[in-house]
């Protein structure tokens, strides 16, 4: 069995299912907070909704992670209003001054993942561009230590995160349906203040904001998964601030989440025939399947039996359908984590399910020690404000049938998933966002024929929202979410040049 550590430390940046809808709202400034001067220093270890852990290890060759907050309008509609800390970390530039050329800004997904914990994970996958840049990220508001949206306790999570969310009855509907309205009235109950002022038109303001306090006159960014949402939202309200700007593992900003969810369906299916593939196509034995299909097969039957009887898991826990199929989706999000899904399934035919589990936990944000970020409350928090349509369960039963076909192993797990935001205390924002962002400079965009979380289909789309002459597509024949930290150089060279030198790569590149 590997090292669960080993396992956690590979898992830090994978991103959840993101959601694809924002709204728009004015675009007032409050002077005052553009004018203050940020206090950086050492960082802190990580809060409990970050993820809890130990302060970022020293950067490569010296220097440190610095981390100071951000003090942004609690409601962007009122700026002169009450403030939110935002919380903010960076890396100073490695290279000569006279070459720096501004802040570099990370946002990693979700929505709800703390940039302040992911970027120095990664930060040495980001040393040549740190050559010219600071590289900053941050906490988005909801998120971590940046007024943190809380729903339930530790103990309520591990219970919540058991139940099932595939139901096969009226019963077990009403069940999940009980249990989806308790968990948000408790995020009700708990975050009453900060839940109308998440959207991620709110984090696009932030973001504004940030760049002024931090000196660039244009904002340079790279944003990866749900961070493509938020990137087209800020390009849409502010074209004109755009510098050079990545996005990486793109979301499709013209569907709406029944839409996204489908997609998904059929990207995870299509992440999980090549996870299959490649596992039968090796010259030495497949340990969990003889074929493709006889790979595929052999995982259906064992979600089926752990739905009559679940296996041991981590104790005192037990390796639930659910659990079992929230760990598959996560081993599915990069290529590097196919041995470990290889071994859980291994272990959960011989009835220990505890490598299963530590990916679905993984997910879910739950630490070794039973503590929970605030990862899932973010998440939820972000994407129903974001999200205007609300669904019944009678619709997920009517669309059923087209999501088994899509994926008959997370079909119905995606399917059930539309009814998140059903009772959600503030109304959904938009459709779909509106990204288009005419005058903005040049955007690259990144897109992985393999993505399962963000399918390849939506770079296209969000080159084309964004409008003539902005968005810049680039094609990566890869597997898992996202290309630039593949380390493919074909990616990585091409990414570089533009963030680093201004080399817009030719429309229509492909990389393998």
């Not at 990545?246 to 996204?260: G, Y």
Request: charge should be negative; proline fraction near 7%; hydrophobic fraction near 35%.
């Amino acid at each position: 069995m590997p090292n669960p550590s080993r396992i956690r430390a590979a898992l830090t940046a994978a991103v959840l299912l993101p959601s694809l809808l924002v709204g728009c709202g004015d675009g007032s400034r409050n002077e005052d907070l553009t004018a203050q001067k940020l206090d950086w220093k050492d960082c802190p270890a990580p809060s409990q909704a970050e993820g809890g852990g130990t302060s970022p290890s020293p950067l490569p060759g010296g220097g440190s992670w610095q981390c100071a907050t951000l003090k942004a309008p609690l409601n962007w509609s009122d700026p002169k209003g009450d403030t939110i800390g935002l919380a903010l970390i960076r890396a100073r530039a490695s290279g000569p001054a006279s070459k720096r050329i501004g802040s570099l800004v990370f946002n990693f997904g979700g929505p709800g993942g703390s940039g302040v914990t992911t970027l120095p994970a990664f930060g040495e996958d980001y040393a040549t561009l740190r050559t010219r840049y600071d590289l900053v990220s941050f906490d988005p508001r909801g998120v971590g230590r940046s007024a943190p949206v809380e729903c339930k306790s530790d103990a309520q999570l591990d219970v919540f995160f058991q139940q099932d969310a595939t139901p096969d009855n009226s019963a077990e509907r009403t069940q999940l349906l009980d249990r989806t309205r308790n968990f948000n009235a408790a995020c009700e109950k708990n975050s009453k203040k900060i839940l109308p002022h998440v959207r991620t038109t709110d984090a696009a303001r932030d973001m504004d904001l940030m760049r002024q306090v931090l000196g660039d006159s244009k904002l340079h960014y790279f944003g990866i998964s749900y961070g493509t949402e938020l990137g087209g939202v800020y390009a849409h309200l502010f074209p004109k601030n755009v510098g050079r700007a990545v996005f990486d593992a793109v979301v499709d900003p013209t569907q709406n989440p029944e839409q996204s969810s489908l997609a998904q369906a059929k990207g995870f299916q299509l992440a999980l025939g090549n996870f299959a593939e490649d596992c039968t196509s090796k010259t030495t034995e497949c340990p969990i399947g003889n074929t493709p299909q006889d790979v595929k097969d052999r995982i259906a039957k064992l979600l089926a039996d752990l739905e009559k009887k679940p296996i041991p898991g981590i104790f005192p826990r037990e390796l639930t359908q659910t659990a079992a199929t929230n760990g598959i989706a996560q081993s599915l999000y990069s290529k590097d984590f196919w041995e470990y899904l290889t071994e859980g399934l291994q272990d959960a035919y011989d009835g220990d399910g505890k490598i299963l589990m530590l990916l679905s936990d993984s997910m879910n944000g739950r630490s070794e020690n039973g503590e929970y970020s605030n990862i899932m409350s973010a998440n939820v928090a972000i994407n129903c404000s974001d999200e205007k349509p609300r669904y019944s369960a009678g619709f997920v039963q009517q669309r059923l049938p087209e999501f088994r076909a899509a994926s008959p192993l997370f079909g119905d797990y995606l399917a059930w998933g539309m009814v998140t935001c059903t009772d959600w205390a503030v109304p959904g924002a938009a459709d779909h966002p509106d990204v288009s962002a005419p005058g903005s400079a040049p955007i690259l965009v990144v897109g992985n024929t393999g993505d399962p979380a963000t399918p390849f289909e939506g770079a296209r789309k969000m080159v084309e929202a964004l409008g003539k002459g902005v968005g810049v597509e680039l094609t990566y024949k890869g597997q898992g979410h996202g290309a630039y930290d593949s380390k493919n150089k074909c990616v990585q060279s091409a990414v570089n040049g533009y963030l680093l030198d201004g080399k817009v790569p030719a429309a229509g590149t492909v990389c393998s």
